[in-house]
């Protein structure tokens, strides 16, 4: 086998070649159904590579049956996801994988905002700038340079190597779904989201609702005969927020940084009333509500659900005129991999090779497409990847160089780790 310095000489010696496409990734806006030039760059790298390279549409037709489907309002047809197969080539026995990672980006908000324009690429400071740099183009060129670099040191893997570059994720995970539905899969899949290289195998869900709270309009000096729908909102606004307290005071896991943020229930707008003077008539609160691991997304909607009517029959009015819960838009379940399984650790082991130090194992608060393969494909999976989730979104969004370069040392190595065969 080659060695590991071997490995990290190879992904020094690629540096140049790797930052300059990953720039050029950046430089390529893709926005939510806009994602083709971005993936054209993309096939056309892995073509190089000498990748099996399939051009794989999503389309809504071929994914509205499945249960994790939904429509994320952008063209139902025609968006393209690249799948690259480095194809087993030794015949000892190894372990199949996935790298995955998205495209798609989210808009840059305010350009004022941003010291240099969104899609700039720019480098400073050991710094790679730009919407999509860290969540996350820098994690998808680790995983196609760590597979290059293998290439140039004549590996030959006892089982196959795939590298999914997906749209959609930001707006609901299509483009994961769609490889899923179309029949690619592995032992193992490593989603090269942004997590500063912590390996991060759980991961809690969101759900998002709209809640309606009837009242009684009347004029405001008449308020004893009318029922204020902002009063009653509050009622169910406490209900909530206790509903939140409590499912994090009886969840514990050890994974999470913060015990009391795990699967948040936040409240994110409100509106209700039309005038000063006049009872309000009805409140419309939306927000999200938060999946607990293990917890399916049919027990998170029916706690939320539970909470508002045990609030409601304690209220006449409410008790006569119940509030409603609709769930609409994303509906992103949580997902996990258990820690004892071989790809947390041999990826636990990769990583204290190349940066001689152990890796942290963390749960994330968000929702990403591994659900889709834990859940929904059965495969172990998790997160991996260079960047702060916390810039993600933002402006000035960034990712630092040196991690990028990390991760893909990590990779190569976790990946001859894992799909064994030999370097001729
Ligand atoms: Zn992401």
Same mark, same amino acid.
């Given at each position: 086998?080659?060695?590991?310095?071997?490995?990290?000489?190879?992904?020094?010696?690629?540096?140049?070649?790797?930052?300059?496409?990953?720039?050029?990734?950046?430089?390529?806006?893709?926005?939510?159904?806009?994602?083709?030039?971005?993936?054209?760059?993309?096939? *056309?790298?892995?073509?190089?590579?000498?990748?099996? %390279?399939?051009?794989?549409?999503?389309?809504?037709?071929?994914?509205? &049956?499945? !249960?994790?489907?939904?429509?994320?309002?952008?063209?139902?047809?025609?968006?393209?996801?690249?799948?690259?197969?480095?194809?087993?080539?030794? %015949?000892?026995?190894?372990?199949?994988?996935? +790298?995955?990672? &998205?495209?798609?980006?989210?808009?840059?908000?305010? !350009?004022?905002?941003?010291?240099?324009?969104?899609?700039?690429?720019?480098?400073?400071?050991?710094?790679?700038?730009?919407?999509?740099?860290?969540?996350?183009?820098?994690?998808?060129?680790?995983?196609?340079?760590?597979?290059?670099?293998?290439?140039?040191?004549?590996?030959?893997?006892?089982?196959?190597?795939?590298?999914?570059?997906?749209?959609?994720?930001?707006?609901?995970?299509?483009?994961?779904?769609?490889?899923?539905?179309?029949?690619?899969?592995?032992?193992?899949?490593?989603?090269?989201?942004?997590?500063?290289?912590?390996?991060?195998?759980?991961?809690?869900?969101?759900?998002?609702?709209? +809640? %309606?709270?009837?009242?009684?309009?009347? &004029?405001?000096?008449?308020?004893?005969?009318?029922?204020?729908?902002?009063?009653?909102?509050? +009622?169910?606004?406490?209900?909530?927020?206790?509903?939140?307290?409590?499912?994090?005071?009886?969840?514990?896991?050890?994974?999470?940084?913060?015990?009391?943020?795990?699967?948040?229930?936040?409240?994110?707008?409100?509106?209700?009333?039309?005038?000063?003077?006049?009872?309000?008539?009805?409140?419309?609160?939306?927000?999200?509500?938060?999946?607990?691991?293990?917890?399916?997304?049919?027990?998170?909607?029916?706690?939320?659900?539970?909470?508002?009517?045990?609030?409601?029959?304690?209220?006449?009015? +409410?008790?006569?005129? $119940? !509030?409603?819960?609709?769930?609409?838009?994303? *509906?992103?379940?949580?997902?996990?991999? $258990?820690?004892?399984?071989?790809?947390?650790?041999?990826?636990?082991?990769?990583?204290?090779?190349?940066?001689?130090? !152990?890796?942290?194992?963390? @749960?994330?608060?968000?929702?990403?497409?591994?659900?889709?393969?834990?859940?929904?494909?059965?495969?172990?999976?998790?997160?991996?990847?260079?960047?702060?989730?916390?810039? @993600?979104?933002?402006?000035?969004?960034?990712?630092?160089?040196?991690?990028?370069?990390?991760?893909?040392?990590?990779? @190569? &190595?976790?990946?001859?780790?894992?799909?064994?065969?030999?370097?001729?």
């Amino acid at each position: 086998m080659t060695s590991i310095p071997d490995i990290s000489a190879a992904v020094e010696a690629a540096r140049e070649d790797l930052i300059s496409f990953l720039q050029k990734l950046v430089q390529a806006p893709s926005l939510p159904d806009h994602e083709q030039p971005a993936q054209d760059l993309v096939a *056309q790298k892995l073509k190089q590579m000498e990748l099996e %390279t399939e051009i794989v549409p999503s389309r809504f037709e071929d994914l509205k &049956h499945h !249960p994790a489907f939904g429509d994320d309002g952008f063209s139902p047809t025609g968006r393209i996801n690249v799948v690259g197969r480095l194809r087993r080539t030794h %015949t000892g026995e190894g372990r199949s994988i996935i +790298l995955n990672g &998205h495209v798609d980006v989210v808009p840059p908000g305010d !350009p004022a905002l941003w010291v240099d324009p969104p899609w700039s690429g720019v480098i400073r400071d050991g710094r790679l700038y730009g919407r999509g740099s860290c969540d996350m183009k820098a994690g998808l060129c680790a995983g196609i340079f760590a597979v290059e670099v293998l290439g140039r040191l004549g590996y030959r893997p006892a089982g196959d190597i795939l590298i999914e570059s997906v749209i959609g994720e930001e707006s609901g995970g299509i483009g994961t779904l769609t490889t899923i539905v179309k029949g690619y899969a592995a032992d193992a899949v490593v989603l090269l989201e942004p997590t500063r290289l912590e390996i991060c195998p759980v991961q809690s869900g969101a759900l998002t609702f709209r +809640l %309606t709270v009837p009242g009684r309009s009347i &004029h405001a000096a008449m308020k004893p005969l009318g029922v204020s729908a902002i009063e009653k909102f509050v +009622l169910l606004l406490n209900a909530i927020t206790t509903l939140n307290a409590e499912r994090h005071r009886t969840f514990k896991h050890p994974l999470y940084d913060d015990p009391n943020n795990i699967a948040p229930i936040s409240i994110g707008t409100v509106q209700g009333g039309e005038w000063h003077s006049t009872v309000p008539e009805e409140v419309i609160a939306e927000g999200r509500m938060g999946v607990l691991p293990g917890e399916s997304t049919q027990a998170a909607r029916e706690a939320l659900e539970g909470a508002v009517r045990h609030a409601a029959g304690s209220d006449p009015w +409410l008790r006569e005129h $119940p !509030p409603r819960v609709e769930w609409f838009e994303g *509906q992103f379940e949580s997902g996990e991999t $258990p820690l004892d399984h071989p790809l947390i650790q041999e990826l636990q082991t990769a990583h204290q090779k190349i940066l001689a130090s !152990p890796a942290t194992l963390r @749960a994330v608060t968000y929702g990403s497409d591994m659900r889709l393969f834990t859940n929904h494909a059965k495969m172990a999976a998790t997160h991996y990847g260079p960047g702060d989730v916390s810039l @993600a979104h933002a402006a000035n969004e960034f990712v630092p160089i040196e991690e990028v370069i990390a991760a893909t040392k990590v990779m @190569a &190595h976790m990946l001859t780790r894992w799909c064994g065969g030999e370097f001729i």
